[in-house]
Nanobody
Framework: QVQLVESGGGLVQPGDSLRLSCAASGRAFRSYTMGWFRQAPGKEREFVARISSSGVSTYYADSVKGRCTISRDNAKNTVYLQMNSLKPEDTALYYC????????????????WGQGTQVTVSS
């Protein structure tokens, strides 16, 4: 069982940067694929980024590719999402999630979820 707690969200202006953090508790964390998802009001939850258990492989949604970097520090049981050049359309509740089975972009494949951290991009 992995418990996830996100932090780092906030209100920023277009073009600003944020680094979201996801602190995990649980010994199995290092074997999990980790992902970031987001959900805006009135929209379905969408995939943002994922990272393999080793941290070597990463994958991004087209909407954030080139602007976001997912990383993990297994020694600290933490996953990060660095977001640069933020746009108003990035506004959403961002969730960290864990998948014990492997790489996936479908949120249905992720078993463990944090409570979310709000990112609001507005001028």
């Amino acid at each position: 069982q992995v418990q996830l707690v996100e932090s780092g969200g906030g209100l920023v202006q277009p073009g600003d940067s944020l680094r979201l953090s996801c602190a995990a508790s649980g010994r199995a964390f290092r074997s999990y694929t980790m992902g970031w998802f987001r959900q805006a009001p009135g929209k379905e939850r969408e995939f943002v980024a994922r990272i393999s258990s080793s941290g070597v492989s990463t994958y991004y949604a087209d909407s954030v590719k080139g602007r976001c970097t997912i990383s993990r520090d297994n020694a600290k049981n933490t996953v990060y999402l660095q977001m640069n050049s933020l746009k108003p359309e990035d506004t959403a509740l961002y969730y960290c999630a864990g998948n014990p089975y492997g790489l996936a972009s479908n949120p249905a494949n992720y078993n463990y979820w944090g409570q979310g951290t709000q990112v609001t991009v507005s001028s």
